[in-house]
């Protein structure tokens, strides 16, 4: 059975930017957290006042720990077990990472902004080593997305019900999933989707939804 290629798109990963390191907010959770302001990621329930004082949209910015569940919820899958996932994610900066099936994140949050730091300054994690548990990659989103001819499956509310789509036909294409706390897909991205997919009438959390999505899709997978 082909892989599904499971791309996590338009998630906020990224540092506090250069104009809000002075603010209090920033400097107060540097200071507490005994780190440099270039160290740690922009995290909206910490760092609203600090985007507030500048007018900074954040529909999409400082929820790297939506990443974070995601992450923790995907690779400790049975479908990722089975070896049966190409795990990717995508950043509003248009940057894309792969991540080794066989990673495991860590469990706490300041744990995982670790690791995340190093992959933004070095592009990979390890920085060295023989053994890559997620490295940047030198493409677009689009390329990641349709590589091969791929099919793009989206999660999305306003889809078509999951159980009335050939299940068979996801493997060997592309499912993407929100990486964001509200709102849709980019206009450049919704251009790139083949087919709409949903799993409920309900509003879900992206960890919920893509926790369905996968156990369905194994259920498929189990001879």
């Given at each position: 059975?082909?892989?599904?290629?499971?791309?996590?798109?338009?998630?906020?990963?990224?540092?506090?930017?250069?104009?809000?390191?002075?603010?209090?907010?920033?400097e107060?959770?540097?200071?507490?957290?005994?780190?440099?302001?270039?160290?740690?990621?922009?995290?909206?329930?910490?760092?609203?006042?600090?985007?507030?004082?500048?007018?900074?949209?954040?529909?999409?910015?400082?929820?790297?720990?939506?990443?974070?569940?995601?992450?923790?919820?995907?690779?400790?899958?049975?479908?990722?077990?089975?070896?049966?996932?190409?795990?990717?994610?995508?950043?509003?900066?248009?940057?894309?990472?792969?991540?080794?099936?066989?990673?495991?994140?860590?469990?706490?949050?300041?744990?995982?902004?670790?690791?995340?730091?190093?992959?933004?300054?070095?592009?990979?994690?390890?920085?060295?080593?023989?053994?890559?548990?997620?490295?940047?990659?030198?493409?677009?989103?689009?390329?990641?997305?349709?590589e091969?001819?791929?099919?793009?499956?989206?999660?999305?509310?306003?889809?078509?019900?999951?159980?009335?789509?050939?299940?068979?036909?996801?493997?060997?294409?592309?499912?993407?999933?929100?990486?964001?706390?509200?709102?849709?897909?980019?206009?450049?991205?919704?251009a790139?989707?083949?087919?709409?997919?949903?799993?409920?009438?309900?509003?879900?959390?992206?960890?919920?939804?893509?926790?369905?999505a996968?156990?369905?899709?194994?259920?498929?997978?189990?001879?």
């Open positions: 059975m082909r892989k599904i290629r499971l791309v996590i798109v338009e998630t906020s990963i990224e540092k506090v930017p250069k104009e809000l390191h002075k603010h209090p907010a920033i107060k959770d540097a200071k507490r957290r005994k780190r440099s302001p270039n160290k740690i990621l922009l995290y909206l329930p910490v760092h609203y006042t600090a985007l507030a004082s500048k007018g900074i949209p954040f529909e999409k910015r400082g929820r790297p720990d939506i990443l974070h569940r995601l992450l923790l919820t995907i690779l400790d899958h049975p479908l990722n077990k089975m070896n049966l996932l190409e795990l990717y994610f995508h950043t509003i900066n248009d940057e894309i990472f792969w991540v080794n099936p066989e990673t495991r994140p860590p469990i706490h949050f300041y744990g995982f902004e670790g690791l995340m730091i190093q992959l933004l300054e070095k592009g990979r994690v390890p920085p060295a080593g023989e053994t890559i548990l997620m490295e940047k990659i030198d493409k677009t989103i689009e390329e990641v997305l349709k091969d001819d791929r099919k793009v499956y989206a999660l999305e509310k306003r889809g078509k019900d999951l159980s009335k789509i050939e299940i068979k036909n996801i493997y060997g294409n592309t499912v993407i999933i929100g990486g964001f706390q509200k709102g849709d897909y980019r206009e450049d991205i919704k790139l989707i083949d087919y709409r997919i949903s799993l409920t009438q309900h509003t879900l959390k992206a960890t919920t939804a893509a926790c369905m996968l156990t369905i899709l194994y259920q498929h997978a189990l001879p």
